[in-house]
């Protein structure tokens, strides 16, 4: 069974950058998406790829800060995250495309277990 394997969280301060990898157990190429869930918050939607590497979706919060990317030789999927924000703050999470709307995150599998991002003021 697949299962994903998240990188490259941690603490920077508000205006910094972070880069967070997304890497499958198995070599597929596959539609991937990113998810946060901030402490006492739902998980939300931050942003999606398609398996060829376009399209790729944001949320509005993060649009012009945030770029997914994929490298399929590597196997991996990228979130470069620049001009970070306390409000970033969350715990980041990557999940398998299934199908239907990709701002919802039933329609992920094979989630990670996810890795901290912490932005201080």
């Known amino acids: 069974q697949v299962q994903l394997v998240e990188s490259g969280g941690g603490l920077v301060q508000a205006g910094g950058s972070l880069r967070l990898s997304c890497t499958p157990s198995?070599?597929?190429?596959?539609?991937v998406g990113w998810f946060r869930q901030a402490p006492g918050k739902e998980r939300e939607f931050v942003a999606h790829?398609?398996?060829?590497?376009?399209?790729?979706y944001y949320v509005n919060s993060v649009k012009g800060r945030f770029a997914i990317s994929r490298d399929n030789a590597e196997n991996s999927v990228s979130l470069q995250m620049n001009s970070l924000k306390p409000e970033d703050t969350a715990v980041y999470s990557c999940?398998?495309?299934?199908?239907?709307?990709?701002?919802?995150?039933?329609?992920?599998?094979?989630w990670g277990k996810g890795n901290l991002v912490t932005v201080s003021s």
């Open positions: 790829i398609h398996w060829s590497g376009s399209p790729a």
């Open positions: 198995e070599r597929a190429v596959r539609s």
């Open positions: 999940g398998i495309y299934s199908g239907g709307n990709v701002y919802d995150d039933i329609n992920y599998w094979a």
